[in-house]
């Protein structure tokens, strides 16, 4: 089991930036790579960075490339999203989740979210 806390959201102008962070606790934190994932109102929930476990590989969405950075602290036991850039479409809730480390990308827990909105 995978406890994850997500905090950082808030409302930033457009061209901004905010860092998202995600606190995991319970098992083993290298035991996962972690996702962050969003969902905005009236849309389906979409992917918008990966982490493995060992924060060797790294993969992104196309629509937040070079503006957004997925890393994580093992000693701490925390995965950040650090989003620059910021635009409207970026509204959305933000959720960290964890997929095994071994085999496919499945993430078996989530976090509650955290709201980020980016006014124009």
């Known amino acids: 089991q995978v406890q994850l806390v997500e905090s950082g959201g808030g409302l930033v102008q457009a061209g901004g930036s905010l860092r998202l962070s995600c606190e995991a606790s319970?098992?083993?934190?290298?035991?996962?790579?972690y996702g962050w994932l969003r969902q905005a109102p009236g849309k389906e929930r979409e992917f918008v960075a990966f982490?493995?476990?060992?924060?060797?590989?790294?993969k992104y969405a196309d629509s937040v490339k070079g503006r957004f950075t997925i890393s994580r602290d093992n000693a701490k036991n925390m995965v950040y999203l650090q989003m620059n850039s910021l635009k409207p479409e970026d509204t959305a809730v933000y959720y960290c989740?964890?997929?095994?480390?071994?085999?496919?990308?499945?993430?078996?827990?989530w976090g509650q979210g955290t709201q980020v909105t980016v006014s124009s």
């Open positions: 982490i493995g476990w060992n924060g060797g590989s790294t």
């Open positions: 989740a964890a997929s095994p480390r071994v085999g496919v990308i499945q993430y078996d827990y």
């Open positions: 319970g098992d083993t934190f290298t035991n996962y790579g």
